[in-house]
């Protein structure tokens, strides 16, 4: 079974430097790759996905993540945060076959400071 | 507006109740998904539905059920609630019938609180 592990539990960066939130999994072959966004009282917001192809996926909102097969990750980045970026970060891993839901990891919440 | 229109916002029941979360899917949508959210257990899915059909089945608790109408709108059904089911529920649709690399699209949620 597929697994997700965000290292991070808190992080908390300046508005204006960049970002990088981890996210490792574990599956047997390569898998479907997403990662969202949840505000505070919303629900998650699909920010980019990973299909196949050119391991470096551009998101929405200027975020992107390369995936790393020989590392099993998939990080998230941005180069210049902003203050509306503060929210919770989940990475999530879905099989290419079968009727297995999405896995998401616990979540890493980003703070940011002026 | 995601497209999933989840109700109501709030809840908040006395243990030992029943209550009942809705959930429409996104237009087109003909998959739903049930996510409880917690702090401490994070994103747990609880069952799938695909055009009416039960597809997979996660950590839900006997206590809890659901389904999937013909209109695609589905219902999950939460009894003799415990104040551990105190939580933010989540419903997701789907085009597909398994992830096929499209991800989901989520409502805004539930938060049931159990006093």
């Known amino acids: 079974a597929q697994s997700v592990t965000q290292p991070d539990i808190h992080i908390t960066v300046s508005e204006g430097a960049s970002l990088e939130l981890r996210c490792n999994y574990s599956?047997?072959?390569?898998?479907?790759l997403f990662w969202y966004v949840q505000s505070p009282g919303q629900g998650l917001q699909l920010l980019l996905k990973?299909?196949?192809?050119?391991?470096l996926v551009q998101g929405i909102k200027g975020f992107e993540a390369e995936f790393k097969r020989s590392q099993s990750s998939f990080n998230l980045r941005k180069p210049s945060v902003h203050w509306s970026d503060a929210a919770e970060y989940f990475c999530?891993?879905?099989?290419?076959?079968?009727?297995?839901?999405?896995?998401f990891g616990k979540g890493t919440r980003l703070s940011v400071i002026a | 507006d995601s497209g999933v229109t989840q109700t109501p916002k709030h809840l908040i029941t006395a243990t030992g109740q029943r209550v009942t979360l809705r959930c429409s899917p996104r237009?087109?949508?003909?998959?739903v998904y049930w996510y409880q959210q917690s702090l401490d257990q994070g994103l747990q899915f609880l069952i799938h539905?695909?055009?009416?059909?039960?597809?997979a089945k996660g950590n839900i608790l006997e206590r809890f059920s659901a389904q999937q109408f013909p209109d695609l709108h589905s219902e999950l059904n939460l009894s003799s609630l415990e104040l551990g089911d105190s939580a933010l529920y989540f419903c997701?649709?789907?085009?597909?019938?398994?992830?096929?690399?499209?991800?989901?699209?989520f409502g805004s949620g539930t938060r049931l609180t159990v006093v």
């Open positions: 599956y047997g072959a390569t898998p479907y």
């Open positions: 997701a649709s789907s085009v597909a019938t398994n992830n096929r690399g499209y991800g989901y699209t």
């Open positions: 990973y299909f196949s192809g050119d391991t």
């Open positions: 539905y695909y055009n009416g059909e039960e597809r």
């Open positions: 999530a891993v879905g099989a290419r076959s079968g009727n297995t839901p999405l896995v």
């Open positions: 237009s087109g949508d003909l998959s």
